[in-house]
């Protein structure tokens, strides 16, 4: 099964409005990171938080973990039409496993 | 310094063929990650490895597919008798001698494999 959940599986806002987007996991890990993939390319990194950190931020982004509830968030501020794309979660596991585990995505749409 | 590369971007099979997909790593990187992912879906890791080695295969299927990282030239998955199920977005991502523990993995632009 997944390792990380996002949600919602989809989203649809207004240009210049906020979006907010969820991912959950299952086990420890070492760190989480956030991508951004546009339809039918590769996948950019946006940012990375490791599992000592709260929050961290990168220009209109910012990432929240909570260990506790094994969930984060990622928020984008002032929303783009280019912000349209699929975001995914991925969780650096710490035993043993030199791999990211993906989730879902969030499919987020910028409507101008 | 160029980024992962992965050729080609677009591959067509017919059932039954072999499918070679190449990944050359970024300057620098020695672990070579190789992930799938299907329409609409999130990608799912199949293989790790380092030069020579292949440390994690647990995604991969058991049979037909196969990878390799030779100590030169660049990363390679192969699917032999490809089936329609094969169809999907392959990946390879690279990261640095340290490996994934708190530091990104760089994505290719991936290959897209279709077989018909």
């Known amino acids: 099964s997944q390792q990380g959940e996002e949600d919602p599986q989809a989203l649809s806002i207004q240009e210049g409005e906020n979006a907010t987007m969820n991912c959950s996991y299952k086990?420890?890990?070492?760190?989480l990171q956030w991508y951004r993939q546009n339809s039918g390319r590769g996948l950019v990194h946006l940012i990375l938080?490791?599992?000592?950190?709260r929050e961290k931020h990168s220009g209109r982004l910012r990432v929240t973990l909570d260990t506790s509830k094994k969930s984060s968030s990622l928020l984008i501020t002032a929303s783009r039409a280019a912000d349209t794309a699929s975001y995914f979660c991925?969780?650096?596991?710490?035993?043993?496993?030199?791999?990211?585990?993906f989730g879902q995505g969030t499919r987020l749409t910028i409507n101008p | 310094n160029a980024g992962v590369m992965q050729n080609p971007r677009h591959l067509v099979r017919r059932r039954g063929q072999e499918a070679r997909l190449r990944c050359s790593p970024m300057?620098?990187?020695?672990?070579v990650y190789w992930y799938r992912q299907l329409p609409e879906e999130g990608l799912k890791f199949m293989v790790y490895l380092q030069k020579e080695n292949i440390i994690d295969e647990s995604g991969m299927p058991k049979e037909r597919f196969s990878a390799e990282f030779p100590k030169e030239g660049p990363s390679i998955l192969r699917i032999q008798q490809v089936v329609r199920g094969d169809s999907a977005a392959y990946f390879c991502a690279s990261s640095p001698i340290q490996g994934l523990v708190g530091t990104e993995a760089f994505f290719g632009q991936g290959t897209r494999l279709t077989v018909v």
């Open positions: 300057k620098g990187h020695s672990h």
């Open positions: 938080i490791r599992s000592n950190e």
């Open positions: 991925a969780t650096g596991l710490i035993q043993g496993a030199q791999k990211l585990v």
């Open positions: 086990t420890s890990i070492n760190n």
